[in-house]
């Protein structure tokens, strides 16, 4: 089945220390998105690749990067991580740009000690 | 003013019963409209999706659409203790790219 893969699906860091997250697709879809999403709060968006076109939300952190080798793999580092970046981070895709749906992945729990 | 508001809950309603969730928003050219189930702990899954006044329905499920009003809404028919989950309503806009802006989520307790 086509779908959107995850790892991990928990992650637990130190302080400062560097983590990256992956996310692959097998949709062949243009678009990947990474969202931060704390406990009752909504997902919020911090960048988006279309095709290789990387974009980051003004509100996004520096500590935050990301990495699309391909069209099927995308890659969220966090450089330093601090303790309010402890979070459920979510890949998702679209066909396109205008595409009306997005396809989430199941999430990386982070954790940070 | 929130972008998306969206009563954060405890829905409770009984097994059988209709459960009706509500959805402002402020971006007067949001055209499609969308709403994601989402089960504690896992992501948002997409159930609903609107894109012109009216209703639309699928299976239990229809959603409701107000432009002039701004408003979304989702009913949910005899709902099921499968149904307890936080409903997401995303609105987004319709040229170029618009990203969608998630409202916190209404959390739906359907007892048995």
């Known amino acids: 089945d086509a779908m959107v893969i995850q790892n991990p699906r928990y992650q637990v860091t130190q302080f400062g220390k560097p983590v990256t997250l992956s996310c692959s697709q097998t949709?062949?879809?243009?678009?990947m998105y990474w969202y931060q999403q704390k406990s009752s709060q909504a997902p919020k968006l911090l960048f988006h690749?279309?095709?290789?076109?990387?974009?980051n939300e003004a509100d996004t952190p520096d500590n935050f990067q990301s990495r699309r080798p391909n069209t099927s793999f995308c890659f969220l580092d966090i450089r330093s991580p601090g303790l309010g970046d402890a979070a459920m981070y979510l890949c998702?895709?679209?066909?396109?740009?205008?595409?009306?749906?997005?396809?989430f992945g199941p999430g990386t729990r982070l954790t940070v000690t | 003013q929130k972008e998306v508001e969206q009563n954060s809950g405890p829905l409770s309603v009984p097994e059988g019963a209709i459960a009706s969730l509500n959805c402002t928003y402020s971006?007067?050219?949001?055209?499609?409209f969308f709403w994601y189930r989402q089960y504690s702990g896992k992501s948002p899954e997409l159930i609903m999706s609107?894109?012109?006044?009216g209703d639309k329905e699928d299976g239990r499920f229809t959603a409701q659409l107000n432009k002039a009003s701004q408003y979304v809404s989702l009913l949910i028919r005899d709902s099921q203790p499968s149904d307890s989950a936080t409903y997401l309503c995303?609105?987004?806009?319709?040229?170029?790219?618009?990203?969608?802006?998630f409202g916190t989520g209404t959390r739906l307790l359907v007892s048995p």
């Open positions: 995303a609105p987004k806009g319709n040229t170029g790219f618009q990203k969608l802006v």
């Open positions: 971006d007067r050219g949001s055209q499609s």
């Open positions: 690749y279309y095709d290789k076109d990387f974009n």
């Open positions: 998702a895709t679209s066909r396109d740009l205008r595409s009306y749906e997005q396809y």
């Open positions: 609107i894109y012109s006044n």
């Open positions: 949709l062949n879809h243009n678009v």
